[in-house]
């Protein structure tokens, strides 16, 4: 599959290198520097473009900017009608401490507003970067670490799923794009426990059910 | 030690219930009706009164109303100078489906100005009542599962630790208070996946850090 990473900083970065070694082809556009984007096409034998271009040319993107960086990366994309787009972004303020939407709306449907077109999921956010490459190392063992999955589009749910399970992760099916009001928040949690807790960023998490 | 339940419905009610078991004394406070307090009393060996009874008796209260009650209740409570409140109260509005705070405030904070002498510590909101009972019966087992507990107070935090684990869970911490106001959403997460997804209502979750 074609998948446009749209902000190839950590984690856009990581999941293409990481979807990559798993057999996809990864556009990569969005970066601080254009030689950054170079250098990710050439490492992981993709290619490396503008926002539109990449858009256009992607069964698949992965919205992967900061929160502030939304508007722009929305005008070059596009309408974005009909594109699986999966959003990792968190509706994050400068410093990265607060968020700027909740409790009763959320980025995933602020941009599901702006884009009525897209076929948004929300995915990816409640997991660290630095997790990722551990999880992609171990992926196949038994338990794998499970992976926050919300949206509506069946068919794009589908294909998120199959992305997911590509790095390492379970889906774990949390609801809507509503849920994001609720999902968002657990990034900062997530974030807490990977940066300001003992024992190193690469956080995972698994929900399990009891019989009575 | 003498737990004191303020909101005994039923997820006050189930941990003062294994509390009992676990060798507490328990005071029951606030339920819809005073038959389920003196049956929670009868059923456990320990009592029930009022809020401020239980309140002025009680070395560690858990507050566990629906937000709507907390005005009322705290009123009741006085000035709870010096104690220590553990606060599994979400700010829920009527129809439990959505947060009346945040994201840049919470309950734990808005109960915090509330109470500025009381010792708060959050937690036990990031898991089903239906969880307790199944956690509880497990006690003793390896890899039990976490429960996320946050604030600023050592003495208390210690006080609550010893708590949790008497219910069969392992504390998580996750910072101060302010951590609320990404935890309390974050309980709404649980739920979903406790009543809206397959599986029953059990549902618990551990957070896990890998090595690269």
Chains 1, 2 share one sequence.
Not at 10 to 26: K, Q, S, Y
Not at 81 to 96: A, F, H
Request: hydrophobic share 45%.
């Amino acid at each position: 599959m074609r998948i446009g990473i749209l902000g190839s900083g950590r984690m856009g970065g990581t999941l293409g290198r990481l979807w990559a070694r798993a057999g996809h082809e990864i556009a990569f556009a969005y970066a601080r520097s254009p030689a950054k984007l170079a250098a990710l096409a050439r490492e992981t034998g993709g290619f490396s473009g503008s926002v539109a271009e990449v858009t256009a040319c992607s069964e698949v993107l992965l919205l992967a900017v900061h929160w502030s960086r939304v508007p722009e990366v929305l005008t070059q994309a596009g309408a974005l009608t009909g594109k699986v787009v999966l959003n990792c972004c968190v509706p994050l303020d400068d410093t990265d401490s607060a968020l700027v939407l909740g409790p009763t709306t959320s980025g995933a449907e602020e941009l599901a507003r702006l884009r009525p077109g897209a076929r948004w999921v929300g995915c990816f956010n409640t997991t660290p970067s630095e997790s990722l490459a551990p999880v992609f190392a171990r992926k196949g063992q038994a338990d794998p670490p499970q992976l926050l999955v919300y949206g509506e589009d069946a068919g794009a749910l589908s294909l998120a799923d199959a992305l997911i399970r590509d790095i390492g992760f379970a889906p774990c099916p949390a609801g809507g794009l509503r849920s994001a009001r609720f999902v968002e928040p657990f990034a900062m949690v997530t974030a807490e426990l990977a940066y300001d807790q003992p024992g190193g960023p690469a956080l995972i998490y698994r929900f399990e059910k009891l019989r009575p």
